[in-house]
């Protein structure tokens, strides 16, 4: 299973500390690769695009906040991207959303909560049935 991840400045150290936890997972880093400002719309869209080209199956984005990422990202047709803050939303986010980006608040979260998140998310398996017509109903966006 391959997994992307992306952020901003706000998430970089983070970014930098998830990869090193899980350095034998080699994920594909699609930046922002230094601490310098950067628009998070920009890595939002980096990262659909290598989930669009099967680049990746999921994605980690992280953002200061993880707001304006999952903004972003949910903007494209596809992308479920759940901001999660704990493991019991993070196997929700799994079980009833089938989550395929995590999101996380690079300045508001601790790596090792994060870190707990990935790994209850990485346990956790979509449940479908009735969330499957919930999940198409966020796909049918017309009014
Ligand atoms: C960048 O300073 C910050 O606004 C961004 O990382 C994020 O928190 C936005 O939602």
Not at 87 to 109: C, D, I
């Amino acid at each position: 299973m391959k997994i992307a991840i992306a952020s901003d400045h706000g998430g970089f150290e983070m970014k930098e500390a998830i990869k090193r936890h899980y350095e034998n997972c080699n994920m594909l880093d699609l930046g922002t690769y230094t601490p310098d400002s950067v628009d998070y719309p920009d890595y939002a869209k980096k990262m659909v695009r290598a989930l669009s080209e099967k680049k990746a199956d999921w994605g980690i984005l992280i953002c200061g906040t993880g707001v304006g990422i999952s903004i972003a990202a949910n903007r494209y047709k596809g992308i479920r991207a759940a901001l999660v803050y704990n493991s019991e939303v993070a196997r929700l986010a799994k079980q009833h959303n089938n989550a395929n980006v995590l999101v996380f608040g690079g300045r508001t979260m601790a790596v090792d909560d994060v870190i707990n998140c990935i790994d209850t998310f990485l346990q956790s398996e979509y449940e479908g049935g009735r969330h499957q017509c919930r999940l198409d109903k966020i796909e049918n966006t017309e009014l």
